[in-house]
């Protein structure tokens, strides 16, 4: 069974750092390109980053370019976003999703499998 | 940035109807759209890839049809476990950005 994990959340101030995980089970974890997609409270989804399946092609929305970072462990089978300089706008429940489409620039997928989320909260 | 947009935001109906949402990219996406499903408290779920290939293991009762900048997807006849919000997602460029999805609850 395909599972994917979600950790790290929590409350950081703005202008702090968290380091969120997401452990892969029940799947070859190297042959899918990952992504990282958010919500925020009663909003509706936002895309945040994806990877390739080697992890050599990171992309970022631009509300998070230069301040968060995308990157995986493929012998860990775990995908991680750093997360840095937060804001209050990054309050949102965080989500990995698998994508099985692995082509340049990360097109053509789509998120087959969605870990639970991890809820990050940037307040003072 | 592809913009899309879902219609109708919400909707009711009855069980057994059918019911169909649409949506709407602000340029030529091909077929490279994906439909998700969210029910309350829960992560989505991926329904429909490819604007019309049905993902392993969901109810033939939903479909997906269009192309280019316009989509739809509909269900045949609507049962209470598909009380849930319905995203739309293109994946013909970067950012893939969602539509801002349609709520679907039983009249």
């Known amino acids: 069974e395909v599972q994917l994990l979600e950790s790290g959340g929590g409350l950081v101030q703005p202008g702090g750092s968290l380091r969120l995980s997401c452990a892969a089970s029940?799947?070859?974890?190297?042959?899918?390109?990952m992504h990282w997609v958010r919500q925020a409270p009663g909003k509706g989804l936002e895309w945040v980053s994806g990877?390739?399946?080697?992890?050599?092609?990171?992309y970022y929305a631009d509300s998070v370019k230069g301040r968060l970072t995308i990157s995986r462990d493929n012998s860990k089978n775990t995908l991680y976003l750093q997360m840095n300089t937060l804001r209050a706008e990054d309050t949102a429940l965080y989500y990995c999703?698998?994508?099985?489409?692995?082509?340049?620039?990360?097109?053509?997928?789509?998120?087959?499998?969605w870990g639970p989320g991890t809820l990050v909260t940037v307040s003072s | 940035d592809i913009q899309m947009t879902q219609s109708p935001s919400s909707l009711s109906a009855s069980v057994g109807d059918r019911v169909t949402i649409t949506c709407r990219a602000n340029q030529n996406i091909i077929k490279y759209l994906n439909w998700y499903q969210q029910k309350p408290g829960k992560a989505p779920k991926l329904l429909i890839y490819a604007a019309s290939s049905l993902q392993s293991g969901v109810p033939s009762r939903f479909s997906g049809r269009g192309s280019d900048t316009d989509f739809t997807l509909t269900i045949s006849s609507l049962q209470p476990e598909d009380i849930a919000t319905y995203y739309c997602?293109?994946?013909?460029?970067?950012?893939?950005?969602f539509g801002q999805g349609t709520k679907v609850d039983i009249k």
């Open positions: 999703a698998s994508d099985p489409v692995d082509t340049s620039m990360l097109l053509r997928g789509y998120f087959d499998s």
């Open positions: 997602q293109q994946s013909y460029s970067t950012p893939r950005t």
């Open positions: 029940g799947f070859s974890f190297s042959s899918y390109a």
């Open positions: 990877i390739s399946r080697s992890g050599g092609s990171p």
